[in-house]
């Protein structure tokens, strides 16, 4: 397993204006990484970045691990989500243009009026059609566990065994179960042949005195990002599944903590290196 980090772990410094996608890979060649995780939301003019981050990684020696997009299937307009299956095809061909083979893919958000039933259908119908295209140009898809349509561990079983594609599977994210009242260590159990890609994060829950920013779980618990293996994720559990299925893909790490993020990510990161 190859070692990353994502540049989510320093988004409060990158929509700050204080480092953008060329400062971010420099901040990563001074960090114990093989690679780097790159998020559409942080272009400012993509096409110079592009070019500058594939000369930023040959000279630091580092790859693009995952080119992560912010794709939502679920809208009630027709046309816009043919545009977000055209948003899941472009972000193929950055993937491509960046040389990575893994492009990470989300499922939608809640919507009123909307059902389940047919927010799925959506998710499905779109998720297929970028998965096709994908696979004509050799990448992989990768569904995050994110929100209430694709969170769960069956849900994104459900969704890959119904998808049917070699170039498609998920992004394991550890920390995200627990927000949706999953067991990461059982959502990996039967998801472990289908990962493609992990989201290493660790949250732990607070009590209701604590005053700081949280992310609220559908059971209305409260919990902060922390760095690796010192919240309630059992990391090195988890990596033990995925050393045992014969993973070989990439660790990306997404430090989501209070504080400063440089420091949460290079805590995170040396913790990482130590139980790799």
């Known amino acids: 397993m190859k070692l990353a980090v994502s540049m989510w772990s320093v988004h409060a410094l990158a929509f700050g204006g204080k480092m953008d996608v060329a400062g971010f890979i420099n901040y990563a060649a001074t960090l114990p990484v093989q690679g780097v995780e790159l998020l559409d939301c942080f272009w400012k003019d993509m096409d110079k970045e592009i070019e500058q981050a594939n000369e930023l990684t040959k000279k630091h020696g580092l790859q693009v691990a995952c080119y992560a997009i912010g794709n939502n299937f679920v809208n009630t307009d027709p046309s816009a989500r043919e545009a977000e299956v055209q948003k899941v095809k472009d972000a193929v061909d950055v993937a491509k243009r960046l040389n990575t ?62 998808i049917d594609s070699p170039y498609f599977g998920s992004t394991f994210d550890t920390g995200n179960f627990l927000l949706v009242n999953d067991e990461p260590t059982k959502a990996i159990k039967s998801l472990v042949n289908m990962v493609k890609h992990v989201h290493v994060k660790d ?52 430090y989501e903590g209070p504080g400063d993020p440089q420091k949460g990510t290079e805590d995170s990161l040396k913790a990482l290196v130590e139980i790799l």
């Open 101 to 162: 083979k893994v492009v990470r893919v989300f499922s939608g958000d809640a919507v009123e009026g909307v059902d389940f039933e047919t927010a799925r259908e959506w998710i499905v119908s779109g998720l297929k059609e970028g998965a096709a295209y994908a696979a004509e140009h050799g990448i992989t898809l990768a569904l995050e566990n994110h929100g209430l349509f694709a969170g769960r561990g069956e849900q994104i079983e459900e969704i890959i065994k119904e």
């Open 203 to 254: 949250f732990a829950e607070v009590d209701p005195s604590y005053t700081g920013q949280t992310y609220t779980a559908i059971d209305q618990r409260r919990f902060v990002g922390t760095v690796a293996l010192e919240g309630d994720v059992d990391l090195k559990s988890i990596f033990a599944d995925l050393k045992a299925a014969g993973y070989s893909g990439w660790l990306s790490l997404e």
